[in-house]
């Protein structure tokens, strides 16, 4: 199957700062890419969807100034958590779909774990 | 509106059978995932059934009865790895997947 890469796997950040995680796919072009979120015990939540090129897509109640999302490329989407806080705390995970693809599996990023002290 | 259900907890036996249960209401069908997924790592993929009927892949097997909203995964000769959370997910008219909460499935020796 598809192989989609994100990184870092795990952040501990200060309150206060910025953290940005990194969601590639490795041979696919994937031109959309979602953003998830994981509490302990809870399913994904979608936060955002975003296609190359264009302004990503926000779930009701996701912050957009704060969780910014940029998909410049069709192989790359980032998400940056400006002025984390300790309950941004969370399991962040990514997952892209290709051109064509929006009948088969979602192809998952490994996941960061984002700790905020 | 769109809702997924599947129980929340199951427990099995090692070397036994486990089905997990999943019903489904939403605007539209493109098919439906059941994906695992252990504690602290991304969801990993099983699945995929678009079509009524059962389709097997080694000791697990996924049902799909698109008339009634239900599927379900079966397990079989359950192994102490298979512990982990089971998620079902449908795909929507608009291709966007719409998850559920998970079951987690508790294997004892």
């Known amino acids: 199957g598809a192989v989609v890469s994100q990184h870092p796997s795990r952040v501990i950040c200060k309150s206060g700062t910025s953290v940005k995680i990194e969601c590639r796919s490795l041979?696919?072009?994937?031109?959309?890419m979602f953003w998830y979120r994981q509490f302990p015990k809870q399913s994904l939540m979608l936060m955002a969807t975003s296609n190359e090129g264009s302004k990503a897509t926000y779930e009701q109640g996701v912050e957009k100034d704060k969780f910014l999302i940029n998909h410049a490329s069709l192989t790359l989407s980032t998400l940056t958590v400006t002025s984390a806080h300790p309950e941004d705390s969370s399991f962040y995970i990514c997952s892209a779909r290709g051109v064509g693809q929006g009948e088969t599996e979602a192809f998952f990023g490994q996941g960061t774990r984002l700790t905020v002290v | 509106g769109q809702n997924i259900d599947q129980p929340t907890e199951m427990t099995a036996t090692e070397g036994a059978i486990v089905q997990i249960n999943c019903t489904y209401q939403?605007?539209?069908?493109?098919?439906l995932f059941w994906y695992q997924q252990h504690a602290g790592e991304a969801p990993t993929f099983l699945s995929y059934n678009v079509l009524d009927g059962l389709e097997e892949k080694g000791r697990f097997s996924s049902f799909l009865s698109r008339s009634k909203g239900y599927s379900y995964l079966l397990l079989k000769e359950l192994q102490m790895k298979d512990s982990a959370s089971y998620l079902c997910?449908?795909?929507?008219?608009?291709?966007?997947?719409?998850w559920g909460a998970g079951t987690k499935l508790i294997i004892k020796p």
């Open positions: 997910a449908v795909s929507d008219s608009n291709y966007q997947l719409i």
């Open positions: 939403t605007s539209g069908f493109n098919g």
């Open positions: 041979d696919f072009q994937a031109t959309t």
